[in-house]
């Protein structure tokens, strides 16, 4: 698909007039574009578009493309975006109406954060967010210093007050009301008492990302069966 002059200035006189919540475009084949309803409660940070205008899209022609704005700072994909993405097959479209920024997203670049194996050195909860924090945000998150091989008996949840995991971080107070919680958040989990054993990135909607022991990374809601176990959270110092 090719991202005209004539769609790029159609997006942003769009954006332009409603500039305070993020608007959603599907792109058709044709050159067509459908303005859509943006059927999301938190309109200036979520975007969902209405049934009806998909299925009018549809009828217009073949959908090769999706649109939606940032009112924000940030200037990157969600990881939403890059699943829809990916599970659609179809280019995603950003652009952000404060900066002026364009940016695209195709199926075959998306960022693979769910269904990966754990491995307790490459790849496990801490691992997760550094690679998310980096793809997603453009911030580097210092490795774990610790001598034993099971790192997380060592990392324990004083060491991460006192450090803000390795000083980048700042401890949320009254974590345990969700409506304290933004994008982007460090979730911390204490499954096995006596030393913190699980980090998690909030992705808004009481929904978190993590990779388990064992198992395969993926998205959760937070609920009445992890919540006891919910034990702190923490907020990048640049996104506060």
């Known amino acids: 698909m090719n991202l005209t002059d004539k769609i790029k200035k159609q997006i942003s006189d769009y954006c332009s007039i409603n500039k305070d919540i993020e608007t959603c475009v599907l792109i058709l084949d044709n050159g067509q574009i459908v303005k859509c309803l943006n059927?999301?409660?938190?309109?200036?940070?979520?975007?969902?578009i209405a049934a009806q205008d998909y299925l009018l899209a549809t009828k217009q022609g073949k959908i090769v493309a999706c649109f939606h704005s940032h009112v924000g700072d940030n200037d990157n994909f969600s990881l939403f975006d890059h699943i829809n993405c990916k599970n659609h097959k179809i280019i995603f479209i950003l652009y952000n109406v404060n900066s002026?920024?364009?940016?695209?997203?195709?199926?075959?670049?998306?960022?693979n954060f769910i269904g990966r194996d754990f491995n307790i050195?490459?790849?496990?909860?801490?691992t997760l967010i550094q690679d998310y924090y980096k793809e997603i945000?453009?911030?580097?998150?210092p490795n774990v210093k610790v001598s034993s091989y099971d790192w997380t008996r060592e990392w324990s949840f004083e060491?991460?007050?006192?450090?803000?995991?390795?000083?980048?971080f700042q401890k949320i107070e009254n974590f345990k009301d969700l409506s304290n919680l933004k994008v982007h958040d460090v979730l911390i989990f204490n499954f096995n008492k006596g030393f913190v054993a699980h980090f998690s990135i909030y992705l808004g909607g009481s929904m978190f990302i993590h990779h388990p022991?064992?198992?395969?990374?993926?998205i959760q809601s937070l609920d009445q069966t992890n919540m006891p176990y919910y034990v702190a959270a923490f907020r990048y110092k640049d996104l506060i």
Not at 39 to 48: D, G, P
Not at 121 to 126: E, F, G, K, P
């Open 121 to 126: 050195i490459s790849a496990n909860c801490y």
């Open 213 to 218: 022991r064992n198992a395969m990374s993926h």
């Open 100 to 111: 002026k920024i364009f940016k695209v997203l195709e199926p075959e670049k998306t960022l």
């Open 39 to 48: 059927n999301k409660q938190n309109t200036n940070n979520f975007f969902k």
């Open 137 to 141: 945000l453009n911030i580097e998150i």
């Open 159 to 168: 060491k991460i007050e006192e450090t803000g995991l390795a000083g980048g």
